[in-house]
């Protein structure tokens, strides 16, 4: 009998992958990492040690998550309406 991954157990599987997700997004949205904490909303600490897979609060996985689901498009959008 194989056993079936459980939501909890695929939500560990994201949240462990999620360093490389990161990376794999900022790279293909030819973001730098300052540009991709400006987006998330953190610090480009934050950035470097998400990517580097180092303890983050659940508040920027958040972050990270949500950011993932979003089209470069709908970012820049995001982004002009931005107040500096």
């Known amino acids: 009998m194989t056993a079936h991954p459980t939501p909890y157990g695929e939500l560990a599987d994201v949240i462990a992958s999620l ?3 990161l990376r794999e ?3 293909a949205r ?6 991709t904490a ?9 950035v470097t040690r998400m990517e580097a897979g180092d303890d983050c609060a659940l508040s920027n996985a958040v ?22």
């Open 63 to 84: 972050a990270v998550l949500r950011w993932l689901d979003q089209t470069p498009t709908g970012l820049a959008a995001q982004n002009d309406t931005e107040v500096s």
């Open 19 to 21: 360093p490389l997700l």
């Open 38 to 46: 400006k987006q998330l909303g953190c610090s480009f600490s934050t």
């Open 25 to 27: 997004a900022r790279r």
């Open 30 to 35: 030819g973001l730098s990492l300052r540009a």
